[in-house]
Nanobody, 131 residues
Framework: QVHLAESGGGSVQSGESLRLSCVVS????????LGWFRQAPGKPREGVAT???????GYANSVKGRFTISRNKASNTLYLQMNSLRPEDTAMYYC?????????????????????????WGQGTQVTVTS
């Protein structure tokens, strides 16, 4: 069982930055995918950023050039650096893990569609951006 704990959310103004963290515990498979997803009220889950097991990284078009995903393997922590935040970035942000092998772009779509019932998801951290 993999446990994921997100932190770092908050309320900021448009243009500001936040860094989200996700601490991973348990026994993730060696060949796994660990990424960031979000869901705004009344909207479907969306893949934000995820590397695949080969190291390729996929980003949602809406965050390319503003968000950066990174991982510290020594501390089992996944990060999401979010710069130039916009009101439309307001959402609950989740990290999620799957042992299924797929490309990064596939993971963005498939894991967002499947949600917590199929893969391991954290409880989320709220990000609110005001104009």
């Amino acid at each position: 069982q993999v446990h994921l704990a997100e932190s770092g959310g908050g309320s900021v103004q448009s243009g500001e930055s936040l860094r989200l963290s996700c601490v991973v515990s348990g026994n993730p498979y060696t060949d796994y995918i660990l990424g960031w997803f979000r869901q705004a009220p009344g909207k479907p889950r969306e893949g934000v950023a995820t590397p695949d097991s080969d190291g390729d990284i996929g980003y949602a078009n809406s965050v390319k050039g503003r968000f950066t995903i990174s991982r510290n393997k020594a501390s089992n922590t996944l990060y999401l650096q979010m710069n130039s935040l916009r009101p439309e970035d307001t959402a609950m942000y989740y990290c999620a893990h799957t042992a299924q092998r797929m490309t990064a772009d596939q993971a963005l779509r498939v894991m967002a569609l499947r949600g917590p019932g199929h893969d391991d998801w954290g409880q989320g951290t709220q990000v609110t951006v005001t104009s």
